[in-house]
């Protein structure tokens, strides 16, 4: 089947039983022509699209059960910069998420055996789109979906998340580079009340938190694994919430390097009710972070849908943080705090090598520093804590094991400090 450049629509060619999208040659919109491939293969049973070297625009993609959309190396899908060019999908299921856009540039919900490969890149000309939320599309969105697999492929410029993939099942991203500073809420990779994640060998510099595991619905975050990652963003590297409607269960991060982050390399938050337990991380470097790690059980209570009640306060517990080794982390400390009638619980810290930069001076009174309970948590939500190093509140059975702080310059202020904890242990600490 022959291709001739001048002609309107894509002629879909086979070969091997996949479908070969041909480059556009007078830069028209290829929305139309992409998404025909896209269903044909889709009509036919499944397969592979493939996207031939060249520079696609275009507006949202429906992506479709059993198709593979391969991105051959030197291939570019490029967001149009026009919003008229991605129609609104509303997700079947409520969460907060109705909250933010509905449009997307690749975009699917209910589907099964969904994957994006290859060595071609998806740019999201995030430059292009100002203003709220509404205004500014995802560029992959996975909504309700089964095995997901997303491989290879570099992601670029989103104007808002750069993916989201929400109460889906068995989902697996390896080797994805994903470069996104240009707009705000840029985070890496969103997943959302979702069951069975890998996440595996990315590299990933986000203008927002790089990697967040979140549920902004009922339905919890469980049986995730992120491992092998290299990270660098101007928000939070590896964030649990701040959305936790649903909850954590069974998280596993590790061998992961972090580098150049404005707030925490390790961020645990649950402050809109659910339960988090069984959270390990392990195996984690970092360089340059505001503070390594960050733990808060807080009440902001938020609803996951509008006109719903305040949720109550949850419960954050079993978490396991050990082989951590970070360096010029910024001068405010680590907060570990719950809250009064609601403290952590059993948290353990174990093999723990972390420098701050000191200069901090000792002013500390009992009760100075606020609760905050209902503010967005961060790791300076309380001002420079009065310990370089930890410090502890609203907590019980934490244990301290082979922990080692110190200050780049002389600092005033103690290694640790807690009040409101109950059955603390510190062994083979310099604290």
Avoid at 78 to 88: E, I, M, Q, T
Wanted: net charge neutral.
């Amino acid at each position: 089947m022959s291709f001739h450049p001048s002609r309107r629509a894509f002629v879909a060619q086979s070969l091997g039983g996949a479908l070969i999208a041909p480059a556009a040659a007078d830069g028209r919109l290829a929305t139309q022509d992409l998404q025909a491939s896209i269903d044909k293969t889709a009509q036919a049973g499944g397969g592979t699209v493939v996207i031939r070297p060249g520079r696609y625009v275009t507006g949202t993609l429906l992506l479709k059960s059993n198709v593979t959309l391969h991105l051959s190396a030197g291939a570019t899908i490029v967001g149009s910069p026009n919003l008229a060019d991605y129609p609104s999908a509303v997700a079947g299921v409520r969460s907060y998420t109705d909250n933010y856009t509905e449009k997307s540039l690749l975009y699917g919900e209910g589907l099964e055996n969904v994957a994006i490969e290859g060595a071609g890149t998806l740019d999201g000309s995030g430059k292009a789109f100002n203003g709220p939320y509404k205004v500014r599309p995802y560029m992959v969105r996975l909504i309700s979906s089964k095995r997901i697999t997303v491989t290879g492929v570099a992601i670029k410029d989103s104007p808002m998340w750069v993916q989201h993939y929400m109460a889906c099942e068995d989902v697996a991203i390896r080797g994805i580079t994903v470069h996104s500073r240009v707009n705000a809420n840029n985070d890496g990779i969103d997943i959302d009340g979702c069951d069975r994640v890998r996440i595996s060998d990315c590299d990933i510099s986000s203008g927002d938190d790089a990697i967040v595991i979140k549920s902004t619905l009922l339905r919890p975050a469980k049986n995730v694994v992120v491992t092998n990652c290299v990270l660098s963003t101007h928000c939070n590297a590896l964030k649990l919430g701040t959305e936790s409607n649903g909850g954590f269960e069974n998280i596993a991060v590790s061998n992961c390097t972090i580098y150049d982050t404005r707030l925490s390399g390790i961020a645990i938050e649950c402050v809109d009710g659910g339960l988090l337990e069984r959270v390990q991380f392990s195996n984690i470097t970092m360089d340059g972070v505001g503070a390594p790690i960050f733990i808060r059980l807080g009440d902001r209570g938020r609803p996951f849908e509008a006109g719903g009640p305040k949720q109550p306060v949850g419960k954050l517990r079993r978490v396991m943080i050990r082989d951590i080794e970070a360096v010029r982390a910024g001068a405010t400390g680590c907060a570990i705090a719950g809250l009064p009638g609601h403290p952590l619980e059993d948290i353990t810290f174990d093999n723990i090598r972390l420098e701050f930069a000191g200069g901090g001076k000792p002013a500390f009174k009992h009760g100075e520093v606020p609760e905050n309970a209902d503010k967005y948590p961060e790791h300076h939500m309380f001002g420079t804590l009065p310990a370089y190093g930890f410090y502890l509140r609203h907590a019980k059975r934490v244990q301290m094991r082979h922990v080692q702080v110190r200050t780049a310059a002389p600092d005033g202020r103690p290694a640790m400090l807690s009040e409101d904890v109950k059955d603390l242990q510190v062994t083979g600490s310099a604290l």
